[in-house]
């Protein structure tokens, strides 16, 4: 029995609907038919030409002495005889070894941003439930992609905290991402009962999970970050996402709800009643027709901006919004991020 029909199997006689709470992040459903795609996917890519192989294309998981040169040190009993760095050792009369880069596959690290923001949706699902459904569609497909010679994967979970997760490697990574996703349980806004954390503690926690990550990182990692970019605008997010980019690929999925870039046609507008925030303002809408193109106009402004932003500092960005088809993330994962 494949995995997907084991999901088939484990979802029968279970029917979640949008208002249910507090539900799961992911169907069983919904996870068989993601995995069912992305190995539908796998299966119907061309294959490439032998002569366009190059060498290292498939990377071993097991660490290898490398070919890499990274420096030398002083020999120390039980190094490795054929490593003698002998011309220095002719120069200076002392040994030395020469220490080469170890080869190793490249791991797969996928944070996904669970806060209060991602648990706000107006169609289909919530920001977080279509951001654990591009989670796993992402971790599928690097575990098809790599061949059988995975590295390790791992998850974060942000919520009021950063909870970083070791699932593994290969396949057997995608099923323990996809049980953790069909028991992690979300609540709408208003039963959560906490207040939002400010931007200074969400950018400490950010900064730290990134410096502790980034330690562990080697040469071709790929890091996922799946989230809305609320906050993420601060210096000091912007600071860690540029060392993360340095030490790995950095894909940033980006997840937003249809009415966070135009407002509904259906909404009566016309003398409704608002209220600004940031100038701490009320007032009345004079026009509906100029308040949608105005509201649609400043968003598409800001979400330029910040795609330019985080392009700027090496970040490859997709927008996976609520109403972006499965197969079109997929497409745009296979298409840009292929190992």
Known sequence: MGFPDL??????????????????????????????????????????????RGAGDSLSAWLGRGLDYAESRAYQPGDDLRGLHWRLLARTGKPFVRVHQEEQAPSWHALLDLRGGMQFGTQLRTKAEQAARMALLACATQALAAEGAAGTIGLTLWRERLQALDLGRGLP??????????????????????????????????????????RTLHGGSRLVLISDGAGWDAPEIDAALWALR???????????????????????????????????????????AQSRTAFAH???QRRAALL????????????AGVEHRDADVLRALRTRCAP
């Open 308 to 319: 330019a932003r985080w392009r700027s500092r090496g970040l490859v960005c997709i927008e």
């Open 7 to 52: 999901l088939r199997r484990m979802a029968a006689g279970r029917e979640a609907s949008w208002h249910d709470a507090p539900r799961t992040l992911l169907r069983a459903e919904d996870a068989a038919r993601l995995i069912a795609q992305a190995q539908g996917a796998r299966a119907a890519q061309t294959a490439r030409p032998v002569e366009q």
């Open 298 to 300: 400043l968003a598409q």
């Open 173 to 214: 990574a995608v099923r323990r991402l996809t049980q953790q996703l069909l028991q992690t349980q979300i609540l709408p806004l208003a039963q959560t009962g906490s207040a939002a954390p400010d931007a200074a503690s969400t950018a400490s926690a950010f900064t730290h999970w990134a410096q502790r990550l980034g």
């Open 246 to 288: 340095s030490r790995a690929d950095v894909l940033l999925l980006l997840v937003h709800d249809p009415v966070e870039t135009a407002l509904p046609a259906s909404a009566v507008l016309h003398g409704a009643r608002f209220v600004d925030l940031a100038q701490h303002q009320a007032g009345v809408l004079p026009d509906a």
